[in-house]
């Protein structure tokens, strides 16, 4: 993790090769433009996600269909994702220059407008997801130029109270992977490995997801009406080996593996839920990340609650394909400089 936070400032990505297999269950190309695409959200007819190309980050909107898209930031600033917010024709994005603020755009309208306070402050927020009720957060504290300490905040949007999930990350980097109605989760990363944590906000209780050994877990998102959690799983310090999309009832055991993706290939950060308008069951929106090339483009998941998913094909034999955590999707732009 160290050597991947270090490679964010060296990062160079060349156009993507597609396909369209991980182990059984349906997978589909969603965006391939020039640069690298990453951070993705959906309702099934739009797509947002964040972009590289020639040095510069920037947060878009376009329609699945691929006819037009719309740039977030403004010019001269730095932006990324964010996600769409369920049941609406908003997004959430960061806007970073010489400070990071959150904004929401209505995509109906191309109107965008600055986060209200408690998530707007003097500080330097970044990486939100959110949904109707919650936005879920981190938050750098930055004083003479220095970054003191890295919280992860949750913030109703209702008027609730604002909590603290995590007053001080200590050196880890804390990735907000959820907002749902009820539940938050994010991954915890550190020099080695990853896990998932969840928060229920009824009972005010936060749980890590059970992390077996020699593994490393990531990119959780949540399906409220099911009671179920999706995340990714590999081996630990290895990138696109055994990369295994994972599902279990929330606070269960009972994990069954929905796909397994090509050795040399893994994801980014974050899974993002969206309707299949064809088929009625829900998508999971990924960046498909190839470790060997570095180089990554939004990819689909396909109908992943269906009943009966097909089993899960292993990764395949030969040699591992991929170094240590440096060679992983590089972290998302807009988190301050650890100076």
């Known amino acids: 993790m160290k050597k991947l936070l270090a490679a964010l ?14 182990g059984g269950l349906g997978v589909e190309e969603i965006v391939n433009h020039s640069g690298t695409q990453f951070w993705p959200s959906s309702d099934g007819e739009i797509v947002a996600y964040a972009g590289y190309l020639q040095r510069e980050w920037d947060a878009y909107v376009e329609p699945i269909d691929g006819h037009g898209r719309t740039r977030l930031n403004d010019n001269n600033s730095g932006g990324t994702l964010g996600s769409l917010v369920a049941g609406t024709d908003t997004v959430v994005f960061q806007q970073f220059d010489r400070r990071s603020d959150l904004y929401i755009h209505r995509i109906s309208t191309g109107r965008t407008w600055l986060m209200p306070r408690p998530v707007r402050s003097p500080e330097w927020e970044y990486w939100p997801v959110a949904s109707q009720r919650f936005v879920l957060f981190n938050r750098a504290i930055i004083r003479n130029d220095r970054v003191q300490r890295r919280a992860l905040v949750l913030v109703d949007r209702e008027g609730g109270p604002q909590r603290i999930l995590i007053r001080d990350a200590n050196g880890k980097t804390v990735f907000p992977g959820y907002a749902g109605e009820r539940y938050v989760a994010w991954s915890v990363c550190g020099s080695k490995t990853c896990s998932v944590w969840t928060f229920d906000v009824d009972t005010d209780t936060v749980a890590r997801v059970p992390l ?38 929330l606070g269960g055991s009972n994990w069954e593996t929905l796909a397994t993706l090509p050795t040399g290939i893994d994801t980014g950060w974050t899974l993002s839920f969206a309707p299949n308008l064809d088929t009625g069951y829900q998508d999971l929106f990924f960046e498909r990340w190839d470790c060997d090339r570095r180089k990554g483009h939004v990819f689909a998941f396909r109908s992943v609650d269906a009943p009966s998913p097909p089993p899960a094909v292993p990764a395949g034999s030969g040699p591992w394909a991929a170094g240590p955590w440096s060679s992983r999707p590089p972290l998302p732009p807009g988190a301050p400089s650890s100076r």
């Open 9 to 22: 400032s060296l990062l160079s990505i060349v156009l993507a090769t597609s396909t369209a297999s991980a």
């Open 212 to 249: 077996p050994d020699g593994k490393a877990q990531y990119a959780p998102a949540i399906d409220e009406t099911a009671g179920t959690i999706y995340l990714i799983q590999t081996p630990e310090d290895r990138c696109g080996v055994n990369v295994q999309l994972r599902r279990a009832s």
